[in-house]
């Protein structure tokens, strides 16, 4: 397995060739925020949360840790200010969205985040899509997906397939972050329940 070395907050990091930087972080004890990101699923790069800005040559960019991946003589930076402000941006607007999601309000903490300029209407989805990855990818099944685009995006269970496919794990609702998912999950148990959209 070949390896590259590269740099991370000013760390000499050696890491498995093809992983992410995201992973190589983790292994050397750098926590890089993350909402979206599974390890057992493919990375989705939907949250950004885990920006982080990266050097090559005299250049310099922001790209999401969990897609982008290691490079020789790549150099890191997890907390640069660029960084920050992407970050702090970007929670700002979920909190707008989400604004009861416990894990949205602790990272808003950590950067020092109390409200919000934004007047959005709240969507207590986050469209991290945690659930549909792993209903598809690990369970197989294609139970719950998305539908719609922009602001129109929502997460639903697909009434006919739902009815035939969900085996009724609960892995989706265990990995929502925003809680959302579970009180909808047991409507679906209901005798009288037919799958219809739920709108997450
Ligand atoms: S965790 Fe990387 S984009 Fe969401």
Same mark, same amino acid.
């Given at each position: 397995?070949?390896?590259?070395?590269? #740099?991370?907050? /000013?760390?000499?990091?050696?890491?498995?060739?093809?992983? /992410?930087?995201?992973?190589?972080?983790?292994?050397?004890?750098?926590?890089?925020?993350?909402? *979206?990101?599974?390890?057992?699923?493919?990375?989705?790069?939907?949250? %950004?949360?885990?920006?982080?800005?990266?050097?090559?040559?005299?250049? /310099?960019?922001?790209?999401?840790? *969990?897609?982008?991946?290691?490079?020789?003589?790549?150099?890191?930076?997890?907390?640069?200010?660029?960084?920050?402000?992407?970050?702090?941006?970007?929670?700002?607007?979920?909190?707008? #969205?989400?604004?009861?999601?416990?894990?949205?309000?602790?990272?808003? #903490? %950590?950067?020092?985040?109390?409200? #919000?300029?934004?007047?959005?209407?709240?969507?207590?989805?986050?469209?991290?899509?945690?659930?549909?990855?792993?209903?598809?990818?690990?369970?197989?099944?294609?139970?719950?997906?998305?539908?719609? %685009?922009?602001?129109?995006?929502?997460?639903?269970? $697909?009434?006919?397939?739902?009815?035939?496919?969900?085996?009724?794990?609960?892995?989706?609702?265990?990995?929502?972050?925003?809680?959302?998912?579970? /009180?909808?999950?047991?409507?679906? %148990?209901?005798?009288? $329940?037919?799958?219809?959209?739920?709108?997450?």
């Amino acid at each position: 397995m070949s390896e590259v070395t590269l #740099t991370i907050d /000013s760390q000499k990091v050696t890491a498995e060739e093809g992983i /992410s930087i995201l992973k190589a972080a983790q292994g050397v004890g750098i926590d890089i925020p993350t909402l *979206c990101y599974h390890e057992k699923l493919a990375p989705h790069g939907a949250c %950004r949360l885990c920006t982080v800005e990266i050097t090559k040559g005299p250049q /310099s960019r922001l790209v999401t840790a *969990c897609v982008y991946t290691v490079e020789e003589g790549l150099k890191v930076d997890t907390e640069s200010e660029p960084v920050i402000r992407i970050r702090r941006m970007l929670l700002e607007l979920m909190l707008a #969205t989400s604004p009861g999601v416990k894990m949205i309000q602790d990272y808003a #903490t %950590r950067y020092g985040i109390t409200k #919000t300029r934004f007047d959005i209407e709240p969507n207590f989805c986050i469209l991290c899509g945690l659930c549909v990855r792993y209903c598809n990818e690990v369970k197989g099944k294609n139970a719950i997906g998305f539908v719609g %685009r922009g602001t129109e995006r929502q997460v639903i269970f $697909f009434p006919d397939i739902a009815a035939e496919e969900c085996p009724k794990c609960g892995e989706c609702f265990s990995l929502c972050p925003t809680g959302v998912l579970p /009180s909808n999950y047991a409507l679906a %148990r209901l005798p009288h $329940f037919t799958y219809d959209n739920i709108r997450l």
